[in-house]
């Protein structure tokens, strides 16, 4: 079993910054690829971004590309996600979610274990 916990959001300008993070409990963190999704008010659940077991592949959603980089530290059991140039359309509750197969993935479907999420509000 796999626990995971947000943390990092808030409230903040157009064109500011957040980090968010996943703290993962398990031993076996390292084995699993982790994505980044989000759910804005009204809508559907999207994909943000994703990373591979090692960091080695990531893959963002054209609407943030070029604005946000995910990262992981397999030492201390923890994902990130760096959002820069943020935007009103940015808003949203943040999950992030570990893939045991290590599926380079933008299904949800495909992914075993989901954080309860961590609220981003960008005003403009």
């Known amino acids: 079993q796999v626990q995971l916990v947000e943390s990092g959001g808030g409230l903040v300008q157009d064109g500011g910054s957040l980090r968010l993070s996943c703290a993962a409990s398990?031993?076996?963190?390292?084995?699993?690829?982790m994505g980044w999704f989000r759910q804005a008010p009204g809508k559907e659940r999207e994909f943000v971004a994703l990373i591979s077991w090692s960091g080695g592949s990531t893959h963002y959603a054209d609407s943030v590309k070029g604005r946000f980089t995910i990262s992981r530290d397999n030492a201390k059991n923890t994902v990130y996600l760096q959002m820069n140039s943020l935007k009103p359309e940015d808003t949203a509750v943040y999950h992030c979610a570990a893939d045991m197969l290590n599926r380079i993935t933008t299904i949800q479907a495909n992914y075993n274990y989901w954080g309860q999420g961590t609220q981003v509000t960008v005003s403009s």
């Open positions: 398990g031993r076996t963190f390292s084995r699993y690829a």
